[in-house]
C-alpha cells in the first residue's frame, strides 16, 4: 500500500458545507521530519518509506495534498471555561482525508497548516513546544490503555511563530475514528439549526451504533453512547493521575477520546487539586474536579440533544454517569492495588492510600510501581506490632516514600491482611499489577527536557527515547531508570498555559 493505494471514504464531505469550509494549507517554511509512528502507519497501512519521502514531508508540511478532496476545517462551538462561544472550529486543524481501513474509517487531521475561517485573527500554526507535547502525551495515553486520538508523524520547521516570544511553526498529523466533539452539536442548536442537529447525530449513529440506525430511541442511545464513554473516560483519567487542562466542551470527543493536547499534566506528587493550566486560576479543571466537569459538559451537550430527546430520558441517562464512573474507576483502582476479589472495604483502603499519598507529597506513579513488590511474609510467631514492623523493614523501597510512617505501617498491615483473601504470590501479583501501573509517564519535566533539546540543537534524541519508553510504559527498561524518576525540586511546577 501506499499513498496511491489508500481508500478514501466521503462520509464527512457529504454531510454538506453546513458543517466545514474548503481550506488550503499554508506550507511550513523548511519543513523537516522529527518523528513518526509506525504503528499508526500500519493501522493505516502506509509503509515508512512513504511517509519518509519527499512527497511525505510535502503533505504533512502542508505542501501537497493526500487526497483528491481539498482538506476542510469543521465548524463547531463551545463552552470554554464555562462561558458559551458561538462559533470556534478547527482554527488550526484541516481534515486532509478519510481513510477505508481495516479498522473502520479513520481520519487524518492536520495540525498546524495554516489559518481557516475559524481561525478568529490567528495564525493557525502550532509551535514546536505544543506539538512534541501532543505528538508524545497521546501516544503514551493510548499505550497506557486510555482511548485517544494518536499521531501519525511530528514535523518541524524553521517558520517563525509568535507566541510570549519567537518560536518555531511545527505540525503533528493525528487520526482518530471522529474528530466530532459536544461543541459540534452545541454550534447548530444554539443557532436553531435542528435539522443539522439530526444529520449530525444521524452521521455519529451511522458510524458508531449501526446497530440503533432504525431504533425509535436512536437519539437516547447516542447520548448513553456519550455519557457512557466519557464516564469510563475520566475514570481512566482519574486512575493514572492525567489532568487534562481545559475540559471545555469543544475538546470533548463524542466518542469519550482524550483530544486536543494543550496544557495537560500528568500527577507527579499526588496532589488531588492539582491544576496543570497555568491560565485556569480558579482551578475549574483541577484533577479533582474532571468527574464533576464531565458531568457538566454531558449536560451541555444533553441540552444541545434536546429538540431530539425528551427531558425526562435526557435526565435519565446523564444519571448513569456517576454510577458509571464511580465502579469503572474502583475496579480500575482494585486492579492497581492488585485484587481481583471485591469488598465492601476496598473503597476506603484505597482512598486511606490516597489521603496519605496527598498528605505525605508521594508520587503517584513510583508509589503505584513500587506497590507491586510489596512483600507480604507472614511470621506467625510474631506479634502484630513486630510483624508491622517487620512488614516495614522489608518493604524499604515503599516505606521510604512517606513521612508519616505510623500511618503506613497500619495502612501496610491492613493491605496485607486484604491480600490474604486474594491468595496470591507475592511473584504473581506483581506480575499483574506491573501490567497496569506504569513506569513511565509523560511528566511536564521529561517533556520539556526534549523540547529544550529539539528547539535549541534539532536534538531529536530525547523524542526518540521517550516515544520508546512510552510506547512500553510497562516495560522495566532499567537503562532508563532516569526518565522514570519524579522530578527534582527545580524540576516541578513548570508553568504550562494554554499558549500552544
Ligand atoms: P484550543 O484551546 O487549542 O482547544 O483551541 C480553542 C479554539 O481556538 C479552537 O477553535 C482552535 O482551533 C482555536 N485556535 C487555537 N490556537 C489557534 C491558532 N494558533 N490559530 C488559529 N486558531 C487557533
Ligand atoms: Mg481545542
Request: charged share 25%; net charge negative; aromatic share 10%.
Amino acid at each position: 500500500m501506499s499513498f496511491e493505494k489508500l481508500s478514501f471514504s466521503n462520509q464527512f464531505y457529504e454531510l454538506g458545507e453546513s458543517f466545514f469550509s474548503v481550506v488550503q494549507a499554508t506550507p511550513l517554511r523548511d519543513p523537516f521530519l522529527l518523528h513518526i509512528n509506525s504503528n499508526v502507519m500500519a493501522l493505516l497501512g502506509i509503509p515508512m518509506s512513504d511517509i519518509e519521502s519527499r512527497r511525505g514531508l510535502d503533505i504533512f508540511s502542508g505542501k501537497s495534498s493526500l487526497a483528491d478532496q481539498p482538506p476542510l476545517a469543521m465548524v463547531y462551538a463551545g463552552h470554554q471555561f464555562g462561558g458559551y462561544s458561538p462559533r470556534l472550529g478547527d482554527g488550526r486543524a484541516m481534515l486532509l482525508a478519510q481513510v477505508n481501513t481495516d479498522y473502520g474509517v479513520l481520519d487524518i487531521q492536520l495540525k498546524g497548516a495554516g489559518p481557516t475561517p475559524y481561525s478568529r485573527g490567528a495564525d493557525g500554526r502550532a509551535v514546536l513546544r505544543s506539538s512534541i507535547r501532543e505528538y508524545l502525551g497521546s501516544e503514551a495515553m493510548h499505550q497506557l490503555g486510555v482511548p485517544s486520538t494518536r499521531a501519525l508523524c511530528l514535523i518541524g520547521s524553521e517558520e517563525p511563530v509568535m507566541r510570549e516570544g519567537i518560536e518555531t511553526g511545527a505540525t503533528v498529523t493525528r487520526v482518530a475514528k471522529t474528530y466530532i466533539r459536544f461543541g459540534h452539536f452545541e454550534y447548530f442548536h444554539y443557532n436553531g439549526q435542528h435539522a443539522e442537529v439530526k444529520q449530525l447525530a444521524d452521521y455519529v449513529i451511522k458510524q458508531f451504533l449501526p446497530h440503533a440506525i432504525n431504533a425509535v430511541d436512536k437519539y437516547n442511545q447516542l447520548l448513553l453512547m456519550t455519557v457512557t464513554a466519557t464516564a469510563k473516560l475520566i475514570a481512566k483519567w482519574q486512575s493514572i493521575g492525567f489532568a487534562h487542562g481545559v475540559m471545555n466542551t469543544d475538546n470533548m470527543s463524542i466518542i469519550g477520546e482524550t483530544l486536543d493536547y494543550g496544557p495537560y499534566g500528568f500527577l507527579d506528587d499526588y496532589e488531588p487539586g492539582f491544576i496543570c493550566n497555568h491560565t485556569d486560576q480558579t482551578g475549574r479543571y483541577a484533577f479533582d474536579q474532571q468527574p464533576s466537569i464531565g458531568l457538566w459538559n454531558l449536560s451541555a451537550l444533553a441540552h444541545a440533544l434536546s429538540s431530539l430527546i425528551s427531558k425526562d430520558s435526557t435526565r435519565e441517562i446523564l444519571h448513569q454517569y456517576e454510577p458509571i464512573l464511580v465502579d469503572t474507576y474502583a475496579s480500575l483502582m482494585r486492579k492497581k492495588l492488585g485484587f481481583i476479589t471485591e469488598t465492601k472495604d476496598d473503597h476506603k483502603l484505597c482512598s486511606g492510600l490516597l489521603n496519605l499519598m496527598a498528605q505525605d507529597k508521594v508520587d503517584y506513579t513510583v508509589l503505584f510501581r513500587r506497590l507491586c513488590e510489596f512483600h507480604t511474609l507472614d511470621e506467625l510467631s510474631l506479634s502484630d506490632d513486630m510483624k508491622k514492623s517487620a512488614l516495614i523493614d522489608n518493604n524499604s523501597q515503599i516505606s521510604e516514600l512517606f513521612t508519616q510512617q505510623d500511618k503506613w505501617k497500619t495502612w501496610a498491615f491492613d493491605y496485607k491482611q486484604r491480600l490474604k483473601i486474594e491468595n496470591s504470590s507475592d511473584i504473581i501479583r506483581c506480575d499483574k499489577m506491573k501490567k497496569i501501573n506504569p513506569k513511565f509517564i509523560a511528566r511536564n519535566y521529561l517533556l520539556q527536557k526534549a523540547i529544550e533539546k529539539a528547539e535549541t540543537n534539532k536534538d531529536k534524541s530525547d523524542i526518540d527515547t521517550l516515544f520508546m519508553l512510552l510506547q512500553t510504559p510497562f516495560d522495566e527498561h532499567p537503562e532508563f531508570d532516569d526518565f522514570a524518576r519524579p522530578p527534582k525540586a527545580s524540576e516541578k511546577h513548570l508553568e504550562i498555559s494554554c499558549s500552544s
